[in-house]
């Protein structure tokens, strides 16, 4: 668990430091911008954590934020950051696999690993919690519901409204 404290406190405190070089709103997006200082506000909760999945989850943020900021910046269009449906602590999904989820197939986000082992026939890396082990998108939380970012735009969003709403 200290090891993903760490990583997801080195994530954060990049993320911080980009912030803290300045921003100018001539030409950042004001939405933008609010999005990645929500990112860095979500991480920053999630790292007081001690649950492995708001570990992962401030890891993830943490990631994407970046991501969003890199993109103000050099005022290019980068392909959002997206981690791996099945792992979120693998590299980033830069394709998609078809995988069976319950009774239907649906195309998700997966890195180079779990991708490579998909097409081969056999089961991905997948993310697995708790005592029993379970897969992780088969629990009924924040991080099951969007795929720790996998299948949603607005993972920080989407977490700080769970957050709020679980008060």
Known sequence: ME??????S????TLTGALARGHSRDTESPDGIESVLLARTVAETLLRSDNVADLIGAVVVA???LR????????????AYRPCFFNPVHQPAYDRA?????H???SLPACSTCLTAIRAGREPEVLRLGRRRQAYYERDDIWAR??????????AAQVMADRMGSR
């Open 146 to 155: 969007t795929g720790f970012g996998a299948l949603v735009d607005d993972l």
């Open 104 to 106: 239907a197939t649906v």
């Open 10 to 13: 080195t994530h954060l405190t």
């Open 68 to 79: 969003d900021l890199e993109q103000l910046r050099t005022k290019r269009t980068l392909k």
């Open 3 to 8: 090891t993903l404290r760490s990583d997801a």
């Open 98 to 102: 078809t995988w069976r989820v319950g």
């Open 63 to 65: 990631r994407t934020g």
